[in-house]
């Protein structure tokens, strides 16, 4: 089996855990300490207090044997990563739909901490379109989508982001002032869909929408990116649909219907 280097910041403990995780897993779900020490290639008295500490956390719990099973923090953590490739099976459709509406770049994106990151996109055959590297990554608080993802957490969690990253400007448009990024949050919050005004590029504007799962949690955003003199403010109602059929597709039933 061919076994990766590890990257130069890897953390040995986190590395030991996760070779404990794998042994398990590779087990069929349930293994003795003994099995687990010899497969992960750790000494068992390091295995157990390490397994000790998964079990603490709900990664790992002792079977009715007394040996070593995975647990069920390990099942709601999948259930996340799910909706993340269920959202990127069932978007592309609807995305095809939305940029042949209305002939401009649309783009799926998912939330990876303080950044948003670009992970699927649907492009125009027009020369002059507006491209987003699938894998681009973007600051919240520059992206129509970031808004919104910044009003889930509310008021709060709009002033910790502005705190742990201090609001960098992009362009003479972006909101590096909190006052100005909080109200903006709140007033797209409540209308449901939200503006870049040349925020993170001159000469770039987009509307974006949240897409929730059937749980109602926000999963992902929708939006189009295009050029800003051709912006039209008639597509809102277009994103909107779009992120609605999307996550409808993913189950989720609004209040109301």
């Known amino acids: 089996m061919v076994k990766f280097m590890k990257p130069a910041s890897s953390i040995q403990v986190i590395d030991r855990a996760a070779s404990l995780l794998d042994a398990i897993a590779r087990a069929g779900g349930e293994a003795s300490l003994k099995v687990l020490a010899a497969d992960s290639g750790l000494h068992p008295s390091t295995a ?4 000790g500490s998964l079990i603490a956390n709900s990664y790992v719990e002792r079977s009715p044997t007394g040996n070593y099973r995975l647990g ?6 999948a259930a996340k990563v799910g909706t993340h490739l269920d959202v990127r099976r069932e978007a592309p459709p609807i995305m095809e739909w939305l940029r042949n509406e209305i002939g401009e770049t649309v783009n799926l994106t998912l939330r990876d901490r303080d950044e948003v990151v670009y992970v699927e996109r649907f492009t125009p055959s027009r020369m002059m379109r507006v491209e987003q590297v699938v894998g681009s990554r973007a600051p919240l608080h520059v992206t129509a989508v970031g808004k919104l993802l910044l009003g889930v957490e509310g008021e709060a969690g709009v002033r910790a982001y ?11 448009n972006t909101l590096a002032e909190v006052e100005s990024l909080v109200r903006e949050v709140r007033e797209a919050t409540a209308r449901g869909w939200a503006l870049d005004d040349e925020e993170a590029e001159m ?10 799962d059937n749980n109602g ?3 992902a955003g929708l939006s189009i990116s ?12 277009l994103v909107v649909e779009a992120g609605r059929r999307i996550s409808a597709r993913l189950g989720h039933a609004p209040e109301g219907g």
């Open 48 to 51: 157990f207090r390490i397994l």
């Open 72 to 77: 069920i923090r390990l099942l709601q953590l």
């Open 162 to 172: 502005a705190e742990r990253t201090r609001l960098p400007s992009y362009t003479r």
């Open 203 to 212: 000469g770039v504007g987009c509307i974006g929408v949240l897409i929730r």
């Open 217 to 219: 949690h926000a999963v």
């Open 226 to 237: 295009a050029p800003i003199d051709r912006r039209r403010e008639e597509w809102i109602p």
